[in-house]
T-cell receptor, first 114, second 116 residues
Framework: DAGVTQSPTHLIKTRGQQVTLRCSPK?????VSWYQQALGQGPQFIFQ???????QRGNFPDRFSGHQFPNYSSELNVNALLLGDSALYLC?????????????FGPGTRLTVT | AQTVTQSQPEMSVQEAETVTLSCTYD???????LFWYKQPPSRQMILVIR??????QNATENRFSVNFQKAAKSFSLKISDSQLGDAAMYFC?????????????FGKGTRLHILP
């Protein structure tokens, strides 16, 4: 079992550009959540996808959008990048059945905006 | 809104000793989950221990145990017989039990150093 995987590992972008981050959930998981972790801070919830729909959203602007595919993998898109978007982006997956507190995290994508 | 506060940005402990990390939270709900997550330099967030608010008994996982004080809204983590591999950022986290609200609310973390 590969667990939650994310790509790429690192990414450098310029202000104003757009970026797409990818996440593959753990086998058997159908729900994907995205978190932003700024340096020295705890992760902050961005949004969650289930059945290819955004089910829940945190306090992030519309520049942050996502998508979930039929195979449950997910993408996080950020438009018009700002310096403040530099962070570690974590993906977490969970099943809708079983232990509902069971969220497994991926290793993250480190995004640097210059 | 729920909040989680960790007042110790950094802590150090001698190898084989015991250390306690503090966490307080604020919520108006009566049912919820609390967690401690470990994030080593490799960045992978790992669940250390969890506590259901309706359970009075404190959770224990091997060398890790919690002191859950519901009335005081306090949730501390005790690590016994500290090992070098315990060095990491530790995050206290909260999750509601309300409907399909699945998001986890994290504190700012405590960096734990293990001294050989």
């Amino acid at each position: 079992d590969a667990g939650v995987t994310q790509s790429p590992t690192h990414l450098i972008k310029t202000r104003g550009q757009q970026v797409t981050l990818r996440c593959s959930p753990k086998s058997g998981h159908d729900t994907v959540s995205w978190y932003q972790q700024a340096l020295g801070q705890g992760p902050q919830f961005i949004f969650q996808y289930y059945e290819e729909e955004e089910r829940q959203r945190g306090n992030f602007p519309d520049r942050f959008s996502g998508h979930q595919f039929p195979n449950y993998s997910s993408e996080l898109n950020v438009n018009a990048l700002l310096l403040g978007d530099s962070a570690l982006y974590l993906c977490a997956s969970s099943p809708t059945s079983g232990s509902i507190y069971e969220q497994y995290f991926g290793p993250g994508t480190r995004l640097t905006v210059t | 809104a729920q909040t989680v506060t960790q007042s110790q940005p950094e802590m150090s402990v001698q190898e084989a000793e015991t250390v306690t990390l503090s966490c307080t939270y604020d919520t108006s709900e009566s049912d919820y989950y609390l967690f401690w997550y470990k994030q080593p330099p490799s960045r992978q967030m790992i669940l250390v221990i969890r506590q259901e608010a309706y359970k009075q008994q404190n959770a224990t996982e091997n060398r890790f145990s919690v002191n859950f004080q519901k009335a005081a809204k306090s949730f501390s983590l005790k690590i016994s017989d500290s090992q070098l591999g315990d060095a990491a950022m530790y995050f206290c986290a909260y999750r509601t039990l309300r409907g399909r609200d699945d998001k986890i609310i994290f504190g700012k973390g405590t960096r734990l150093h293990i001294l050989p």
